[in-house]
């Protein structure tokens, strides 16, 4: 009996139900990226990190673009969602916060975690010039899936030396981990990162944790386009509970 090898049509022009198969397939291997990652455990259901994003402030892209040799393009476009394990929550409104800055008082660095994230005058805290960052102790050791930063994002600036990082102690000596950085010059000394620079938006950065198990989170910058200050609106952090 003469067995006969079927060959799979071309893949081009696929009919919608083996789009549809497809689409499954990627959602398949995203799933198995993310577990392969170490960003959760093989029973996580996984579901894309929901943001409750403040309105634009500004319209379109920016037309003045910084001489930055390591500058983002901009998109229009929504950012594409991060998945994340179902259950995770922020973790920020009840950390403690503190920072490098001498100059924010304590009710001021609570603007940063009380959930509102208008660039308005009273609601955005500034941090003094120079390389400074806002210290979050979330009290234990949390998996953390994401970190998201709103800097000032009144008008289309770009911030420096975003840096953000992850400790098992106050004083960052630690286990200390980086999860983003776009210091690509070193000027805030605590390495090069090849991270791109970004302009601000009321989307805010969203850093992936990838379920970096840490109790301390430091979210650094060096001011910006627009400001030798280092303005922040509101930083979230998104994990649960050690496993
Ligand atoms: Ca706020």
């Given at each position: ?22 689409l ?33 402030m ?41 920072t ?30 120079g390389t ?40 960052f000596?630690?286990?200390v ?34 379920g970096?198990?840490?109790r ?18 509101e ?9």
């Open positions: 009996m003469n067995s006969v090898r079927k060959t799979s049509p071309p893949d081009f022009q696929l009919p919608p139900r083996r789009k549809l198969r497809g499954a397939v990627a959602a398949g291997l995203l799933t198995l990226t993310a577990l392969l990652a170490g960003r959760a455990g093989a029973a996580d259901e996984l579901v894309p990190l929901v943001l409750k994003l403040p309105a634009p500004f319209i379109g892209t920016p037309k003045d673009m910084p001489a930055s040799p390591n500058l983002e393009k901009p998109s229009d476009k929504p950012r594409p969602p991060l998945l994340v394990p179902k259950g995770v929550s922020n973790l920020a409104p009840a950390s403690t916060v503190t490098s800055s001498t100059n924010a008082t304590a009710a001021n660095l609570r603007k940063i975690v009380d959930g509102s994230k208008e660039p308005s005058d009273a609601g955005t805290v500034m941090l003094r010039k400074q960052f806002l210290q979050f102790d979330l009290g234990a050791a949390y998996d953390l899936f994401a970190v998201v930063i709103w800097h000032s994002h009144d008008s289309p600036k770009v911030y420096h030396d975003v840096i953000v990082r992850v400790a098992d102690d106050a004083e000596k630690t286990n981990r980086t999860l983003f950085n776009n210091d690509f010059d070193d000027s805030s000394h605590l390495g090069a990162g090849t991270d791109r620079e970004y302009f601000e938006s009321h989307e805010g950065r969203l850093v992936d944790a990838k970096a198990r840490a301390y989170v430091r979210t650094y910058s060096k001011g910006s386009t627009d400001s030798a200050l280092n303005e922040y609106t930083v979230e952090i998104y994990g649960r509970p050690a496993q």
